[in-house]
């Protein structure tokens, strides 16, 4: 009886590492944002198998890239107190067998996506081919760009979503790869920021690292400006409702006035502050976006759910 609940909690522990190196909040974050994405663009018309099809793909994807960024910094998460407990670094289970797991989970996402259509697939092997070897093997370890140019895999699970309703690429689906792409970089650099000692004995070149927190600080302040128009667009070009505009665009001035004050917190305990607050307000701030997003997506011309309740 002892040694099967012992192999029954080893195959638990197993279970959960593999779980873990897929980066499920990471996963379940973009798998949000690729919903909306496929929502915005079907106006309400949903196909329900086509979205659950999408998500399938789109999640499998993302998990792959997510266990070979794991696999790939195996040696260099020994060096952090936030990753040497992950599962790789403390020897839990083989590189060998993390590899085979991540390039499955590729090939069963990429299969689904360019299943559904050819341009999903392509986007989903771009979105995939950014993050591993441009963001992960090449900028990652020497080049303070690679949150900003990482950030275009970030982007691209709502674009996803979109290209599988409409299968192309407009102007809807521009606007929802540079909400996702202005995001990034001051919602990791706000984490950064906090544990900039941390990344700096793991040798990671990041913006705070090599630049200092003030640059960085300062940095951040057009990518969270420029979320304003691109929050006014999509209301220009009737995605979505007045709803949406208003109480985004609040929210966006809202999360500048913090990021620009960042500027003088002057002692490291109150950038300590600033940058814990920060870092909350860009996870809230995209999850609020994107549950309005859908809310007030136009059903048709100028017309959403909330604008058609309350007319």
């Not at 919903?35 to 106006?43: E, L, N």
């Amino acid at each position: 009886m002892r040694f099967c609940r012992s192999k029954n909690r080893r195959r638990t522990n197993v279970l959960k590492d593999l779980i873990a190196l897929t980066k499920p909040g990471i996963v379940r974050m973009n798998a949000f944002a690729a919903f909306g994405g496929f929502w915005v663009a079907s106006k309400w018309q949903i196909d329900w198998l086509l979205l659950v099809w999408m998500l399938a793909g789109t999640c499998l994807t993302m998990a792959s890239a997510c266990v070979i960024n794991n696999y790939w910094d195996r040696e260099l998460d020994t060096r952090m107190e936030r990753t040497r407990n992950r599962a790789l670094p403390t020897g839990r289970v083989s590189p060998r067998f993390v590899i085979t797991y991540g390039v499955v989970l590729g090939a069963a996402g990429l299969a689904l996506l360019f299943a559904l259509d050819p341009l999903t697939g392509w986007l989903g092997l771009l979105g995939w081919f950014v993050y591993i070897v441009v963001y992960t093997i090449w900028l990652k370890r020497s080049s303070t760009w690679s949150t900003s140019i990482g950030g275009v895999s970030g982007a691209m699970p709502p674009v996803i979503g979109y290209a599988a309703v409409t299968g192309e690429i407009d102007a809807g689906a521009w606007i929802l790869f540079a909400l996702l792409f202005l995001w990034q970089p001051a919602h990791f650099w706000s984490l950064a920021i906090r544990r900039v000692e941390e990344y700096r004995a793991a040798g990671y070149p990041l913006l705070p690292v090599v630049k200092g927190i003030r640059r960085t600080k300062l940095q951040m302040i057009p990518y969270v400006l420029l979320l304003i128009p691109t929050v006014i667009l999509m209301y220009a070009y009737d995605y979505v409702g007045p709803w949406f505009l208003w109480i985004s665009g609040i929210l966006t001035v809202v999360w500048f006035v913090h990021t620009f004050t960042g500027v003088y917190a002057s002692t490291e305990e109150k950038t300590e502050k600033w940058a814990k607050v920060n870092f909350l307000i860009s996870v809230n701030y995209l999850l609020i976006v994107f549950l309005l997003m859908i809310a007030d997506t136009s059903r048709q011309a100028g017309l959403s759910i909330w604008t058609s309740l309350f007319s």
